[in-house]
């Protein structure tokens, strides 16, 4: 039985991760039409099948599905607003990194224009897109994502996180997060070694096994931190700013700047302070939570 034809996509933005989307969505033998503010950018992505608009109304016209992935919030308007009328009816997926107000603003905004909008976070660098690890989150349109699934899954690995548009965001700057203060941690770590004249290449090779074994503990965690109840038997705050401290001192012993572990002994400190030092670690989370968030169970 022939295939079915696959529908037409347009890929507003030409930097790397707009490159990487076109070429597998022209792999997967969907009609590809391609638009970048300024030319010159899309010579490869033609030899290979795409259609190139001459203007952004040309491109938003030739598909209902617009695939925007720009450098900013403010971008994403100052390309959008003025082909708004053109939008209506289609579906915009919006992959530009904002921050989850911004998303609910264009989530907002693209509602009032009749735009079927679905937002996105990319938890991939431009050449991991199409491959296994690279992970795509989605909030917003239900609707977006469940027709357009099978396209956005030729990116990566595609979630969905339900009709507030901004989950999907608060999703990616929480792991972003969580990967820069790892990255940090690394360099704090290379750092001490250096003192030592080791190498970062070969302090690597024991931090990542290290770091990859304690990731894996994060889980036992969870229900301190859900429920409030931070009650241990085993390396208590107290334990822990024993530690900390002592990693302080032979940090400064070693000439090392203290900007990375700080902050962390701040955390701490503050607990201890508040009489919790017989609590977990994990307590530290009451004092970085928004005032507000109630425990969960
Ligand atoms: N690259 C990465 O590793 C990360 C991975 C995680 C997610 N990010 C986000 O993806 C967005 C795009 O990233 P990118 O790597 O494609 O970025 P660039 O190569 O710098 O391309 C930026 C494109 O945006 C266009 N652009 C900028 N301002 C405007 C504007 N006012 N109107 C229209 N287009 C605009 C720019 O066009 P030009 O400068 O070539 O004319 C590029 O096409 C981004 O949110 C990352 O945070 C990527």
């Not at 039985?1 to 969907?30: C, K």
């Amino acid at each position: 039985m022939a295939e079915l034809p696959r529908s037409p996509i347009t890929v507003l933005g030409l930097g790397a991760m707009g490159r990487a989307f076109t070429r597998e969505f022209l792999g997967g033998g969907h009609p590809t039409t391609v638009w970048n503010r300024t030319p010159g950018k899309d010579g490869e992505l033609v030899a290979a099948g795409a259609a190139a608009a001459a203007t952004i109304g040309e491109a938003v016209r030739a598909s209902r599905l617009v695939v925007v992935c720009l450098l900013d919030h403010r971008s994403v308007h100052e390309a959008l607003d003025p082909v708004a009328g053109a939008l209506e009816g289609r579906a915009v997926v919006n992959l530009t990194s904002t921050t989850p107000d911004e998303a609910r603003e264009l989530a907002a905004w693209a509602k009032g224009h009749g735009i079927d909008y679905l937002d996105g976070g990319i938890m991939a660098t431009p050449d991991m897109i199409g491959q296994p690890p690279a992970s795509l989150l989605y909030s917003g349109s239900r609707t977006v994502f469940d027709e357009h699934g099978p396209a956005l899954r030729l990116l990566g690995s595609a979630d969905y996180f339900g009709e507030d548009a901004g989950l999907a965001s608060l999703y990616d700057f929480a792991l972003l997060a969580g990967m820069y203060l790892m990255f940090a941690g690394f360099s704090h770590g290379a750092a001490m070694m250096r003192s030592a004249g080791v190498p970062a290449a070969e302090f690597a090779e024991r931090a990542v096994p290290w770091l990859t074994a304690m990731a894996q503990t994060i889980p036992f965690g969870t229900t301190a931190v859900d429920t409030g109840d931070y009650t241990t038997d085993v390396q208590s705050l107290d334990f822990n700013k024993a530690a900390v401290d002592a990693i302080v001192r032979a940090s400064r012993d070693a000439g090392v700047g203290l900007d990375a572990i700080a902050p962390v002994k701040a955390l701490i400190d503050r607990q201890v302070a508040d009489g919790h030092g017989a609590e977990s670690f994990n307590r530290i989370f009451e004092g970085l939570k928004p005032v507000s968030a109630p425990p969960l169970g």
